[in-house]
């Protein structure tokens, strides 16, 4: 059974860089078939895919046009986690935030999801 | 990107009801569209992908169809667990985009 526990803070300060931090148990950020996501849900904008990290042979990632210029995300393969990394962040970037693993990363539907985290923006 | 929308935004039904949920894209795609129902304070679960196939463990009530531009979920008697706010999702190979939701209300 796959397996995901997000952890990271709560609150950033506008301007400063969001880090959260997605552990996965059940399976490996190296598949060489699932891919890896984060997705965001706030009022304002709903449901808000951001990107993804997968391997094949190297790892790739994928970002949306919305925060291409801010994001990265990162595997680590020592620790079998991945994490998000969004810069500049303001209190429009205040949303819970979702990862979740893509069964392949032809079919970007998500099967799995950590608990999420409330990050707010605020100074 | 592909916009998606889903109509109702809320919907009212009894239990044993018959409830059909509609979801649009803004351009025609292939069958690359999942369906996802999220209750306060979880995550999204999944339920249906590639427009009509049932993700393990999900109740056979509910069932997907539709291609090109329009799909609908449908849930045939309406359980009291199945209260909650469903998404539609469209995906391809490099990225997703959801519907703003239905939420299915007790009437």
């Known amino acids: 059974q796959v397996q995901l526990q997000q952890s990271g803070p709560g609150l950033v300060k506008p301007s400063q860089t969001l880090s959260l931090t997605c552990a996965i148990s059940g399976d490996s950020v190296s598949s060489d078939s699932a891919a890896w996501n984060w997705i965001r849900q706030s009022p304002s904008r709903g449901l808000e895919w951001l990107g993804r990290?997968?391997?094949?042979?190297?790892?790739?990632?994928d970002y949306a046009l919305s925060v291409q210029s801010r994001i990265t995300i990162k595997p680590d393969t020592s620790k079998n986690q991945f994490t998000l990394q969004l810069n500049s962040v303001t209190p429009e970037d205040t949303a819970v935030y979702y990862c979740?693993?893509?069964?392949?990363?032809?079919?970007?539907?998500?099967?799995?999801w950590g608990q999420g985290t409330l990050l707010t923006v605020s100074s | 990107d592909i916009q998606m929308t889903q109509s109702p935004s809320t919907l009212s039904a009894s239990v044993g009801d018959r409830v059909t949920i509609t979801c649009r894209a803004s351009q025609s795609f292939t069958t690359w569209l999942a369906w996802y129902q999220q209750k306060p304070g979880k995550a999204p679960k999944l339920l249906i992908y590639?427009?009509?196939t049932l993700q393990s463990g999900v109740p056979s009530r509910f069932s997907g169809s539709g291609s090109g531009t329009e799909f609908t979920l449908t849930i045939s008697s309406l359980q009291p667990d199945d209260f909650a706010t469903y998404y539609c999702?469209?995906?391809?190979?490099?990225?997703?985009?959801f519907g703003q939701g239905t939420k299915v209300e007790i009437k």
């Open positions: 990290t997968y391997y094949r042979s190297k790892f790739y990632n």
């Open positions: 590639k427009a009509s």
């Open positions: 979740a693993r893509a069964d392949t990363a032809m079919d970007n539907y998500f099967d799995y």
């Open positions: 999702q469209q995906y391809n190979s490099y990225s997703a985009t």
